[in-house]
């Protein structure tokens, strides 16, 4: 059921490692929370210039919370990451831990990651096309 307050993932729709992360979560979403949107969308970059975001860095991943209430935000960067993992649930919810690292110590390893995603994991030459099961999951496309 797609619930307006759903977090949604802002995720660069032509990286190799994004789309990897992409089908992790859909794989481990037991409670069909997230909701997916390019970076390359109309629907991200209206959201970032709402949050006075560059919509054109394509090197930082963003959760938003409470999509479209009164409370929503953004998360970037390994906020991101520990949020999304956190909510999966499970045996992930232990990668909370990695709060207890300052956020300057965990977002210098997400850039170092994501300056080198493109040549570790390769791009596409478009987004990918989600599963046809998944596609209500997959917003501004």
């Known amino acids: 059921m ?19 992360l992409v089908q992790f ?4 979403d037991k409670r069909d929370r ?3 949107a390019s970076l390359q969308s109309d629907l991200a970059n209206k959201l970032l210039q709402r949050h006075d975001r560059d919509p054109h860095d394509l090197d930082t991943v963003y959760v938003v919370v409470d999509y479209t209430q009164p409370t929503e935000h953004l998360l970037a960067r390994s906020d991101a ?4 993992l956190k909510e999966l649930g499970g045996i992930w919810k232990l990668t909370a831990l ?3 690292l300052p956020p300057m110590v965990r977002d210098s390893i997400y850039k170092l990651v994501a300056r080198n ?5 390769g ?8 599963e046809p099961k998944h596609r209500a999951k997959f917003l501004g496309e």
Do not use: A, T
């Not at 979560?25 to 481990?28: A, C, F, G, S, T």
């Not at 995603?117 to 994991?121: E, I, K, T």
């Not at 791009?123 to 989600?130: F, G, T, W």
């Open 2 to 20: 797609i619930n307006d307050s759903n977090p949604v993932i802002l995720y660069d729709g032509v990286c190799g490692l994004c789309n990897r």
């Open 25 to 28: 979560i859909l794989k481990r």
């Open 34 to 36: 997230f909701r997916f």
């Open 81 to 84: 990451i520990l949020f999304l």
């Open 98 to 100: 990695g709060k207890i």
């Open 117 to 121: 995603r493109y040549r570790v994991f």
């Open 123 to 130: 791009k596409y030459d478009s987004c990918m096309l989600p």
